[in-house]
């Protein structure tokens, strides 16, 4: 008899084990469908910036985004802030964001090597033009775009050599 006590536990403890699992894994698959959070590449239909919106078919109009995003970025980026801060070599600042579900950008996290680099990028990625909201089956939904920004700063020597060319 002890030993069918002993088996039962060991099976009530795997079958306990499992359902917990299993309602786990059901419970994050209902999180996930609550938060209609999709990555930019991802999404039925990207979120469309005005000068995308004549594009014929969803990888164009996503390249033309990814395009706009960088002209706001190149254009509005203060890359002297560097030299300000005595930064040298390649420098790596990735960017997450999510397009709105009703417009705007929000949720912005920055990673970087200093904080004012941080700052800069926050600042620039606000300068995002107005868009129409990303959809996924059918839906508005917020879309999660990570943008990485790098660049290499020369020595200033190096600088003055390139500007006489």
């Known amino acids: 008899m ?4 002993g088996l039962k536990r060991k ?15 059901f419970t994050a698959l209902n999180a996930q469908k609550k938060k209609k959070e999709v990555p930019f590449d991802m ?6 910036f005005i000068a995308c919106n004549k594009r014929n078919t969803e990888e164009e109009r996503k390249e033309c985004v990814r395009a706009e995003i960088d002209k706001v970025v190149h254009g509005n980026f203060n890359f002297n802030l560097c030299n300000e801060l005595n ?9 997450l964001f999510k397009f709105g579900k009703y417009r705007g950008v929000k949720d912005i996290q920055v990673s ?18 107005e868009f129409t909201p990303g959809r ?18 020369l020595p200033e020597d190096e600088n003055k050599d390139e500007n006489k060319n």
């Open 11 to 25: 099976r009530g403890v795997s079958y306990r084990l499992i359902f917990m699992l299993f309602i786990g894994g």
């Open 112 to 129: 970087a090597p200093h904080p004012a680099l941080k700052a800069e990028a926050e600042r620039v990625v606000k300068l995002l033009p």
């Open 2 to 5: 002890l030993l069918n006590l």
């Open 87 to 95: 930064l040298k070599g390649h420098q790596r600042v990735v960017v």
């Open 136 to 153: 996924h089956k059918r839906r508005n939904v917020e879309v999660i775009y990570t943008l990485p920004i790098m660049f290499n700063v």
């Open 43 to 48: 999404v039925d239909e990207a979120p469309l």
